[in-house]
């Protein structure tokens, strides 16, 4: 991949006499060492010298390094003074802060919010814990919990490296569904320790949401808090990707006149993701998914070392082929990568059926490069933000969220998966819809809302038929 990215961005300070041209020789240093200008601002200037701050986008950090040098060497009177990275500065002192929702201005406010008028609404919860819903912030917060073993694609960097994206998926949250979450990131990767934390701290929240745990250890923690908290437990890594992704192919299936039902998927990643989207797609009617490990095709030989690769085993290829990916491409209508970057070859695409459909969403880099994926198949996919149809779960989590918690439901189904999906795909109208666009944006408004609306009819209908 060769983009240019704003999570890359830097302000590089620069002194510079009046001699040359500098807002003219600046802009095409950074040109020509394939950075991408978005500022240029005179910060001081005198009649002689002037001191400007540049902002561009590099492709990754050995870039951002390559763009200062060429500035440095595009002329002796260009001074490098400083060079900031705009990510890094962004997460000084953290993402998120607390704000009071009620005033305290006066002897009156802090009578009432806290002591002695806090004491009597503390009794009224006691004598009916229900009321912690109507009586505090549980009604509208969820927690953020996740041990560090599986962040992003970085692997297993514990608690404290975990934070970032923790604070980053709680600032989502409040963006897009006003939830109020927050980041927990647990000293331990114990299975037993991180339930029984999490069910210590259940009473706070309104639901728990599950965030980069390593499989398989991620399913039997997300089944055992299920059964245990009477709060909804949600895994974005399994089911937020599920979910997108059939919002993505309910799309894509429309624009090349496929069914669901008589097509051949090829997925790549039988992880925590892998699995779920399988799940969701064979709960829509998908009869024909062959998956792949690190190891090969899953086949009935496989090792059945878990009950989850048990289900996978018994519940996939159809034909039980023992074969390579490439191979299981060839006449394939789909493939779904959530696995690892570049393990595709242009010829693997073109060995597909025709009008193909390719979600490569291995991040920061897909299974294959989309531009040849392009040439080759009708739809195309990623998980970047910086090419057509991007898959991403904040079109999925904070709709999921924000009709659990006003329904007052206790628990994710898979019902509520499969509507949310709908859902998504519904927000992209047929004149909307192209090979270009099969999802919406996930700054459309409508999205959230419409998400919350399906999973809280769906709710509140089981709560209906329960009483």
């Known amino acids: 991949m060769s983009s240019t990215s704003p999570g890359y961005g830097i302000t590089i300070r620069i002194d510079t006499d009046m001699k040359i041209a500098p807002t003219s020789l600046i802009p095409a240093a950074i040109a020509a060492a394939g950075g991408t200008l978005t500022a240029l601002d005179v910060v001081e200037s005198t009649q002689d010298r002037v001191t400007i701050d540049v902002t ?7 870039h951002a390094e390559v763009i200062t040098e060429a500035i440095k060497a595009a002329s002796p009177h260009l001074v490098v003074r400083n060079v900031s990275d705009r990510t890094f500065l962004l997460h000084l002192g953290g993402k998120l802060e607390v704000h009071s929702k009620v005033p305290l201005k006066n002897r009156d406010d802090l009578s009432r919010a806290y002591t002695p008028g806090v004491a009597r609404v503390c009794l009224a919860i006691a004598k009916n814990k229900a009321d912690a ?3 505090t912030i549980k009604r509208n917060t969820v927690a953020v919990i996740s041990d560090g073993s599986a962040v992003l694609g970085l692997g297993n960097i514990g608690p ?9 998926k709680a600032a989502l949250f409040k963006r897009f569904a006003n939830v109020d979450a927050w980041p927990i990131c647990l000293d331990t990767q114990d299975t037993e320790e991180i339930i029984r934390t999490v069910q210590l701290i259940a009473p706070g929240f309104g639901g728990i949401n599950l965030e980069d745990i390593s499989a398989p250890r991620c399913f039997e923690i997300e089944s055992r808090l299920k059964d245990l908290l009477d709060i909804p437990v949600f895994h974005d890594d399994q089911h937020g990707t599920a979910i997108v992704v059939l919002a993505a192919l309910i799309n894509s299936l429309k624009i090349v006149k496929k069914n669901l039902a008589d097509i051949r998927i090829v997925l790549s990643g039988a992880g925590a993701a892998g699995n779920a989207i399988i799940r969701l797609l064979i709960i829509q009617g998908a009869t024909n998914i062959i998956a792949f490990d690190s190891k090969g095709s899953i086949h009935k030989d496989s090792a059945r070392p878990n009950a989850m690769r048990e289900w996978l085993i018994d519940n996939t290829n159809p034909d039980n082929r023992n074969c390579t990916l490439p191979e299981a491409l060839v006449g394939a209508d789909v493939f779904i990568g959530v696995s690892a970057p570049n393990i595709l070859k242009e010829a693997d695409i073109a060995a597909m059926a025709t009008d193909s459909i390719v979600l490569a969403l291995a991040n920061p ?3 294959i490069d989309p531009v040849l994926a392009s040439k080759h198949a009708r739809i195309v996919a990623t998980g970047r933000s910086d090419y057509p149809n991007q898959i991403n779960n904040v079109l ?3 709709g999921i969220f924000r009709g659990l918690l006003d329904a007052g439901a206790t628990k994710v189904t898979d019902e509520m998966l ?3 999906a709908t859902a998504i795909a519904s927000c992209v109208s047929d004149d909307q819809l192209n090979a270009t666009f099969i999802v919406p944006s996930v700054f459309d408004p409508a999205v959230t809302p419409a998400v919350a609306h399906a999973v809280t009819s769906l709710a ?7 009483n």
Not at 56 to 62: L, P, V
Not at 460 to 466: C, E, H, L, P, Q
């Open 418 to 420: 499969a509507l949310a």
């Open 160 to 168: 404290e490296a975990a934070m970032p994206v923790m604070e980053g």
């Open 133 to 135: 819903r109507r009586l």
């Open 365 to 367: 880099d897909p299974e």
């Open 460 to 466: 509140k209908a089981a709560k209906s038929v329960a």
């Open 56 to 62: 561009c986008d590099a492709i990754d950090a050995d």
């Open 396 to 398: 999925a989590f904070p």
